[in-house]
């Protein structure tokens, strides 16, 4: 609220004193003057508490000062009353116990009384010390060490997983944690899984013609191994200026199949990555889908391709979403390795980037969209059971009529 100022300029009042001083009664000036004479005789006296002519009342930097300290007072107090209502409500909403409301208090005794914050977070003080003298309860103990276990898990993703893929690895492990303890363990911890930027789209799609077909028409989904091949180019920052990067990735297991790093941006790079997918995988036939950059719809990679037996499909041109499975792992891979590290040579963004590659995405990372598994023990469990699965299928038992013969019996 603002304070409502004089109608009386303050050249104004010192004049009315000066005349009440001169001899004039505070009557009279009221009825030559506009002001009443009861406002002239309190301008008076102000102005003789003010000059020290009487000490029966407070001066003006008095009352001001006053003011200023019973404002101060209400807000405080208002603030008070707040802090204590929301911590009620947020220890309703997030599960908050009286036993972190006292460890914050012990955290804190030495600079704030122990009275006043109990009074604040509205817990009383003889409840705070009868919690120091209380052994750790069952629940707390299992924290503890449930805590140190979830901050080894975070360590060896290279500080990258989140509530999810620790869910799945505590899982593996034989626990069952609940998703919420997990996750307030993590920020008792000041733990956190690492996020996407958002990104502004910058390109629009042209109306040039399709240098090859789209043959996947953003269906991503592949039924086994080198089906379906999606390949990108992106860039690396350097202090010593930009490395690209060229991979390519199977569809089905999420596994970077080839990969290739240099300076420059020729149809070398891409090719690179290629032949060595083509060195790793040996498909019989296999889509290639990237978008319409000059280096894949170059003479130079398409004539490799046709040589393989590899069919090249691109999407439209400036739009993300025509290869869009890609563009997810450039994201993954900028939050997890680039957006916290900072390469002073080309020399060791490769080396970051390899070791990225195989010593973690490949091996190691959880992928939701795998059931939390890494893309090689994807690869592997398939295998395992497409194996199992002919083994049954020749495995026969001799028939129930005659010992010696065999027939299409029952598999095991």
Not at 133 to 140: M, T, V
Not at 145 to 167: K, N, Q, T
Request: charged fraction near 30%; aromatic fraction near 8%; include cysteine.
């Amino acid at each position: 609220m603002q304070r409502r100022r004089s109608r009386y300029a303050p050249e104004f009042r010192r004049q009315m004193v000066e005349l009440v001083r001169s001899g004039r009664t505070p009557e009279s000036l009221g009825r030559e003057f506009e002001p009443s004479a009861e406002s002239i005789r309190n301008w008076a006296r102000q102005a003789d508490l003010d000059e020290g002519r009487r000490d029966d009342g407070l001066t003006t930097t008095e009352r001001q000062e006053l003011s200023r300290l019973r404002r101060e007072n209400r807000r405080l107090r208002q603030e008070r009353e707040i802090l204590a209502k929301a911590t009620a409500w947020f220890a309703r909403e997030t599960g908050l116990v009286a036993g972190e409301v006292f460890e914050f208090v012990r955290s804190n005794q030495a600079q704030y009384p122990v009275t006043t914050m109990c009074r604040v977070l509205d817990v009383s003080p003889s409840g705070y010390y009868a919690w120091l003298k209380r052994p750790p309860c069952s629940r707390s103990i299992v924290d503890r060490e449930l805590g140190s276990f979830i901050r080894v898990i975070h360590e060896e993703s290279r500080s990258v997983y989140g509530v999810p893929r620790i869910r799945a690895k505590l899982r593996d492990e034989g626990l069952r944690v609940g998703r919420k303890r997990i996750g307030r363990l993590m920020r008792a911890q000041g733990l956190q899984g690492v996020s996407r930027r958002k990104r502004v789209r910058t390109t629009r799609p042209g109306k040039s013609p399709r240098a090859v077909p789209d043959l996947v028409d953003r269906d991503f989904a592949a039924e086994g191994p080198d089906q379906l091949w999606v390949a990108d180019i992106t860039y690396i920052r350097t202090w010593s200026g930009f490395l690209y990067l060229a991979v390519v990735l199977d569809a089905w297991s999420r596994r970077i199949v080839g990969w290739s790093m240099k300076n420059h941006l020729r149809t070398e790079l891409v090719l690179e990555a290629l032949e060595m997918a083509l060195w790793q995988r040996r498909p019989t036939a296999v889509i290639h889908h990237s978008d319409q950059g000059t280096q894949y719809t170059s003479i130079a990679f398409g004539l490799p391709c046709k040589r393989a037996g590899v069919r090249p499909s691109m999407g439209s041109v400036g739009d993300c979403y025509d290869n869009a499975l890609c563009e997810s792992f450039f994201a993954s891979l900028e939050c997890e390795l680039l957006d916290h590290s900072s390469f002073c040579t080309q020399a060791e963004a490769r080396l970051a980037t390899f070791d990225y590659f195989e010593g973690f995405y490949n091996s190691r990372r959880r992928h939701s969209s795998l059931g939390q598994i890494s893309p090689m023990t994807f690869e592997n469990n398939a295998h395992e059971s497409r194996r199992a699965t002919r083994f049954r299928r020749t495995l026969v038992l001799p028939s129930a009529t005659d010992g010696n013969s065999l027939g299409s019996s029952a598999t095991v």
